[in-house]
């Protein structure tokens, strides 16, 4: 007994060592200052800005180079990535994330950029995009017009997109959920606005009006945005358009889709928890260099 007992004593203490190393009550406080170089941190308490600081120490940078975040930073300045990947850290940890949640979201949001990763998503029928027509990145929007998350969603998007009109191309494809009332034959409508030249009135209009969705109500759509309201009526009754709006459901679901909105960059699923432009900007700068170079820009 006595000799497992010493076997077994330097597991338990480096199990121990492991437990308050990562614990924040027993964790030794670290120095965000010499970890993030460069990196502001005026927006995170001091608790946020000691969890950035673990990441830093100890995640490596996706620019390639044998070195931790933080050493990134500190001795290899012409990094173009270690600086951005610092900001996202930041951005993480401003959520209230903890240091594995953060680790784990770096890990998906950088595996996405893969080729392997990207879903094929038809755009062929489903334009016309808002923004120009050659512009380099395709963004594609799964949403349901009844779900008031996406309602959320279509004022920021709107803003990004108007902004960047040469950078991006937004595609709608519809996503209705099945327990939402009434959501088929919105995105039924909107499919029909498509077929007309209509789309993206109705799609304002659709937003804008969320709860009112009878046949009537989506008739006075049509007629709202220079439609025929009695085609619309006819649309509502389609087997092809319910074809069209489930084969848009069945693409979703194969990309990846696990709740509405979802975005895709270039057929690359968006998955930070950041929708707002600023978050949206700060991912498609990281498309446009991926793009631009075929993955990452080498110092």
Not at 141 to 153: G, I, K, R
Not at 154 to 174: G, I, M, T
Not at 249 to 265: D, K, V
């Amino acid at each position: 007994m006595r000799k497992l007992a010493t076997l077994a004593f330097p597991a338990l203490c480096a199990a121990a060592w492991i437990a308050l190393r990562s614990s924040p009550a027993g964790a030794q406080a670290l120095d965000p200052a010499e970890l993030l170089p460069g990196v502001d941190l005026t927006e995170l308490t001091p608790a946020q800005r000691q969890v950035a600081a673990q990441v830093a120490r100890d995640e490596f940078c996706y620019c390639g180079c044998p070195h931790t975040l933080a050493q990134c930073l500190r001795t290899h300045k012409q990094c173009k990535h270690a600086p951005r990947m610092a900001k996202l850290v930041a951005r993480l940890a401003a959520t209230g994330m903890q240091p594995g949640e953060i680790l784990r979201q770096l890990s998906a949001y950088y595996d996405s950029f893969e080729k392997g990763r990207r879903a094929r998503i038809d755009l062929a029928g489903w334009g016309p995009p808002r923004g120009q027509e050659k512009a380099p990145v395709a963004i594609v929007e799964f949403s349901d017009f009844t779900c008031p998350y996406c309602q959320l969603l279509k004022p920021q998007l709107d803003e990004f997109v108007a902004a960047r009109l040469a950078r991006v191309r937004l595609y709608y494809k519809p996503f209705p959920i099945q327990s939402h009332a009434r959501s088929t034959e919105a995105a039924l409508a909107g499919e029909w606005a498509r077929q007309s030249g209509l789309f993206w009135k109705m799609y304002d209009a659709l937003f804008a009006h969320p709860h009112e969705l009878s046949d009537e109500d989506l008739a006075d759509r049509a007629a709202e945005i220079g439609g025929d309201p009695t085609s619309l009526r006819a649309a509502l009754q389609s087997s092809a358009l319910r074809q069209r709006v489930a084969a848009s459901q069945a693409e979703a679901r194969a990309a990846g889709l696990q709740g509405t909105p979802t975005l895709f960059f270039d057929g690359r699923r968006y998955v930070l928890p950041d929708l707002s432009p600023s978050g949206l900007e700060f991912t498609l700068e990281d498309e446009e260099e991926w793009v631009a170079n075929g993955g990452w820009a080498r110092d």
